[in-house]
């Protein structure tokens, strides 16, 4: 059974930075496509980014030059390094296959960008 597990969340003000993590195991993980997803309050799930197997990443518009998606294949780990943060990327951020999530949702982690 595939387990995501997403970590590095936290509380941010405007401008600053954080790195997520979402550790995956029971997969095939290097031959995956991989995405970050979001859900803030109200709103639906949406997807953030994607990475395909040889590291190239894809982004929503809003978050564009800001965001970096990364994959270390032999941690079978994603990464999402986001800087510049706004307020409006406050959300509970996932990962899961892209573009079509398969795996089963972990908890997410908590990301609130607030002075």
């Known amino acids: 059974q595939v387990q995501l597990v997403e970590s590095g969340g936290g509380l941010v003000q405007p401008g600053g930075s954080l790195r997520l993590s979402c550790a995956v195991s029971?997969?095939?993980?290097?031959?995956?496509?991989m995405g970050w997803y979001r859900q803030a309050p109200g709103n639906r799930r949406e997807w953030v980014a994607g990475?395909?197997?040889?590291?190239?990443?894809s982004y929503t518009h809003s978050v564009k030059g800001r965001f970096t998606i990364s994959r270390d294949n032999a941690k079978t780990t994603v990464y999402l390094q986001m800087d510049s943060l706004k307020t409006e990327d406050t959300a509970v951020y996932y990962c899961?296959?892209?573009?079509?999530?398969?795996?089963?949702w972990g908890q997410g982690t908590q990301v609130t960008v607030s002075s």
């Open positions: 029971g997969s095939t993980f290097s031959s995956d496509i």
């Open positions: 990475i395909n197997r040889d590291g190239r990443g």
């Open positions: 899961n296959t892209d573009p079509l999530p398969t795996y089963s």
